[in-house]
């Protein structure tokens, strides 16, 4: 799990940060520091799914923005997967709206 989250906040970030001609951002950059795989494996291991939840919405909030918002289709799907991540209750339930952020994120980028 924790390489998916970390994945799907790489994703995100990359969104917000990566601009054409640039260096692609990657796992060690700047932007990465509180959300690598060690941090989120943290909170996997102390089972802190508020903590992770709002990890990743604070890159999605950003990636949103770089979407155009819930104004754009684009937006309003990620806000649409965004939700459903919120409202896991469990690890177990992040699982699949996890895995379908990280897809949807990959796909757009």
């Not at 604070?58 to 923005?65: D, V």
């Given at each position: 799990?924790?390489?998916?989250?970390?994945?799907?906040?790489?994703?995100?970030?990359?969104?917000?940060?990566?601009?054409?001609?640039?260096?692609?951002?990657?796992r060690d950059?700047?932007?990465?520091?509180g959300?690598?795989?060690?941090?989120?494996?943290?909170?996997v291991r102390q089972?802190?799914?508020?903590?992770?939840q709002?990890?990743?919405d604070?890159c999605?909030?950003?990636?949103l923005?770089s979407l155009?918002?819930?104004?754009?289709v684009?937006?309003?799907e990620?806000?649409r997967?965004?939700?459903e991540v919120?409202?896991?209750?469990t690890?177990?339930?992040l699982n699949?709206?996890l895995?379908?952020l990280e897809?949807?994120?990959k796909?757009?980028?």
């Amino acid at each position: 799990m924790e390489l998916t989250l970390e994945a799907v906040a790489l994703f995100a970030l990359k969104l917000v940060h990566e601009t054409e001609g640039a260096s692609p951002i990657l796992r060690d950059d700047w932007v990465m520091d509180g959300y690598q795989r060690e941090v989120f494996g943290l909170l996997v291991r102390q089972g802190d799914l508020a903590g992770i939840q709002v990890k990743l919405d604070e890159c999605l909030t950003l990636a949103l923005g770089s979407l155009g918002g819930t104004s754009t289709v684009l937006g309003r799907e990620l806000q649409r997967l965004a939700v459903e991540v919120c409202q896991a209750s469990t690890l177990e339930e992040l699982n699949a709206p996890l895995n379908a952020l990280e897809d949807y994120l990959k796909a757009i980028l």
